[in-house]
């Protein structure tokens, strides 16, 4: 830097800032995803066997001891308590003995990684017994999205729609009251979950029914992203973006369940996948639209509910301190600002917000 003209000094520094954030963005998201996906492993993965007696009593232990940790096996009066038990999402597999042909029921909607992974404990199981195994599928997906998994890209979608647009409603909106950025954030959710409900409806056919609660949640999802994000903006400026995305994509992709539920993933994450909002939509959607809304829905869209009041929270105190700050500058004149000195702050804020969009 010694051998760089003193004009060009401050200039230098101003871009070396600002390459803080996508560098931190990089680290951010390889070590966010690289720590929830790069080695899936079973960890209490709620199987049963399907049975009474002795012989089932023994083949549930023995599966116990051999998998240790990797494996919750319990076990299950009738093949209907399993298939209950299973709709309502306590169950990823029930394994039903038979000497002639073994059946293995799942809900691959539930989570089609976890239910892979049971089929290959049990396939094993039957192998041994010298019988093919069957597998007996309770919810089947539609042909638009055969692995379950099209629901989580619709998340990633509304997400990136959701954040984005905080970057614009932060910088580019900054002369607009918070009362009407909040309006126009409400609007944006909106055009958001319309592309999303089109998306997953008529474009690709990711769900065949529900396309309504689709929608609902989608809208609810975003607006409580765009909340958050525009109330922060008053606070950290430039460094939203990159909190937005620790918060709505390394955190939130990571943790949301759409390629290994909890019972495949470390500790850490699986805690987060319990209040999330990720999570909270995209464990709502699969309750709505594959197990009839049984399986703990109304929790999931509590959690959603719950993140945009915390949205709304913060943008009260946000439009406090705005108020606070309007009055403590309008005493103050404006001072000239030098010929090399950085670019104004709206400016630089919307050059980082560029970078994370």
Known sequence: MSSLPAAS?????????????????????????????????????????????PQTQVLAQTLKDKAGDGLDVT??????????????RELVAAYVPSADAPTLLVASANSDTSAT???KVFTKVATQQGKPLTVQELTPLPAGDPTGQGLFFLLVALSIGSYGSVAVLGAAGAALGMRVRALLG?????????FGAALAGPVFHLVDHGLLGVWAMSWLY?????????????????????TMMALFVM?????????????????????????????????????????????????????LFCWLAAGAVLLLLAARTE????????????????????????????????VGV
Request: hydrophobic letters at 45%; aromatic letters at 8%.
């Open 251 to 303: 955190l939130n992709f990571t943790s949301s369940g759409g390629i290994f539920r909890p019972e495949l993933q470390n500790g850490f994450f699986g805690a987060l996948h319990s209040f999330w909002n990720g999570a909270g939509f995209l464990e709502g959607v699969r309750d709505h639209v594959y197990f009839g809304g049984r399986a703990g829905f109304g929790g999931h869209v509590a959690t």
């Open 222 to 242: 975003s607006a409580g992203i765009i909340a958050i994000g525009t109330a922060l903006h008053t606070f950290l400026g430039r460094w939203t973006t990159l």
């Open 323 to 354: 108020r606070r700050r309007t009055l403590a500058a309008a005493p103050a004149q404006p001072v000239e600002k030098a010929a090399d000195e950085p670019a104004d702050e709206p400016a630089e804020e919307e050059m980082e917000e560029a």
């Open 75 to 88: 076990t299950v009066a009738d093949a209907d308590a399993a298939r209950t038990r299973l709709l309502d």
């Open 117 to 119: 992974v049971a089929e």
């Open 186 to 194: 409400l609007g944006v959710a909106l055009v958001v979950s319309l």
């Open 9 to 53: 000094r401050p200039a230098l520094r101003h871009v070396l800032t600002h390459l803080v954030t996508p560098l931190l963005m990089c680290l951010g998201m390889g070590i966010a995803y690289l720590s929830a996906f790069h080695a899936p492993a079973p960890h209490q993965l709620p199987v049963a066997v399907v049975g009474q007696g």
